[in-house]
């Protein structure tokens, strides 16, 4: 409560080692269903927390016995968009990209994009799954399409190589969530728009719906500061407001012009 900032509204001892990733969804209008916070953390876990329960996680996924820990860097919240479905994606730092299906507690989908994991974002938390974005540490990111997943293929995607070095965040502009901006180890932001295919599912050989992928292109790009840009975020009230910190120890507040003709 910024009313009142020295008691928290809520606190929780989550994890043994640092908290890396935190994302929230319910509540407030953002997401049907209940209230939730998920953290990701260096141990190799990721807790799912729901502030009106004290001191114990209401999911926990965790490796099976005999895997390996991963550092997990990033986690998002999706497919909100009644009281019953939701999932969470998880990115590592081996390039695994896990997709946890909350409702039935399962294990819903994994993929590897060979570098770590640094952002996830779907393009909207509160709607069937449409897109979701990952970025990585060598400065690639990946569009996955969400809506078809196939059997043994799993979702469609398209990658890009946009920054020379590592891409930190991505995030969707909530007014038009098929353009997103993401942020580089070299000071840069880059505002992408996604286009959709003539047809975003096909049929193959077997039968079985499989995704197509769609294309982006970059609408603009501007370098802010000579250190790596570490986090941004849109304003989800005044259509082109953003804010984005550096390693710079600065805080900017950006507006992008002109997102209505694109």
């Given at each position: 409560?910024?009313?009142?900032?020295?008691?928290?509204?809520y606190?929780?001892?989550?994890?043994?080692?640092?908290?890396?990733?935190?994302?929230?969804?319910?509540?407030?209008?953002?997401?049907?269903?209940?209230?939730?916070?998920?953290?990701?953390?260096?141990?190799?876990?990721?807790?799912?927390?729901d502030?009106?329960?004290?001191?114990?996680?209401?999911?926990?996924?965790?490796?099976?016995?005999?895997?390996?820990?991963?550092?997990?860097?990033?986690?998002?919240?999706?497919?909100?968009?009644n009281?019953?479905?939701?999932?969470?994606?998880?990115?590592?730092?081996?390039?695994?990209?896990?997709?946890?299906?909350?409702?039935?507690?399962?294990?819903?989908?994994?993929?590897?994009?060979?570098?770590?994991?640094?952002?996830?974002?779907?393009?909207?938390?509160?709607?069937?799954?449409?897109?979701?974005?990952?970025?990585?540490?060598?400065?690639?990111?990946?569009?996955?399409?969400?809506?078809?997943?196939?059997?043994?293929?799993?979702?469609?995607?398209?990658?890009?190589?946009?920054?020379?070095?590592?891409?930190?965040?991505?995030?969707?502009?909530?007014?038009?969530?098929?353009?997103?901006m993401?942020?580089?180890?070299a000071?840069?932001?880059?505002?992408?728009k996604?286009?959709y295919?003539?047809q975003?599912?096909?049929?193959?050989l077997e039968?079985?719906?499989?995704?197509?992928?769609?294309s982006?292109?970059?609408?603009?790009?501007?370098?802010?500061?000579?250190?790596?840009?570490?986090?941004?975020?849109?304003?989800?009230?005044?259509?082109?407001?953003?804010?984005?910190t550096?390693?710079?120890?600065?805080?900017?507040?950006?507006i992008?012009?002109?997102?209505?003709?694109?």
């Amino acid at each position: 409560n910024l009313e009142a900032p020295e008691i928290p509204v809520y606190s929780v001892k989550a994890h043994k080692e640092i908290v890396n990733s935190i994302d929230g969804v319910g509540g407030l209008g953002i997401g049907e269903g209940a209230p939730e916070i998920v953290t990701g953390s260096r141990d190799g876990t990721v807790k799912v927390w729901d502030p009106r329960q004290k001191d114990s996680p209401v999911a926990n996924m965790e490796p099976v016995e005999g895997e390996s820990k991963r550092d997990c860097w990033t986690v998002a919240f999706g497919n909100a968009y009644n009281q019953e479905e939701r999932v969470v994606c998880a990115g590592y730092d081996n390039g695994d990209i896990k997709l946890f299906d909350l409702k039935t507690m399962s294990l819903r989908w994994e993929t590897n994009i060979k570098n770590g994991v640094c952002s996830l974002e779907f393009d909207r938390k509160d709607i069937n799954m449409n897109k979701l974005v990952a970025t990585s540490l060598e400065g690639k990111f990946h569009v996955f399409d969400m809506r078809t997943q196939h059997p043994t293929k799993g979702f469609a995607s398209v990658s890009e190589k946009a920054h020379k070095s590592t891409m930190w965040q991505v995030r969707h502009l909530p007014q038009n969530r098929d353009i997103f901006m993401t942020s580089g180890g070299a000071g840069s932001l880059h505002l992408w728009k996604y286009e959709y295919p003539a047809q975003r599912s096909k049929k193959d050989l077997e039968g079985a719906e499989m995704g197509v992928a769609g294309s982006v292109s970059l609408l603009q790009n501007v370098t802010l500061s000579t250190q790596p840009i570490s986090s941004m975020d849109w304003s989800p009230d005044k259509k082109g407001l953003c804010v984005c910190t550096a390693f710079d120890q600065t805080v900017r507040v950006l507006i992008v012009t002109k997102l209505n003709k694109v």
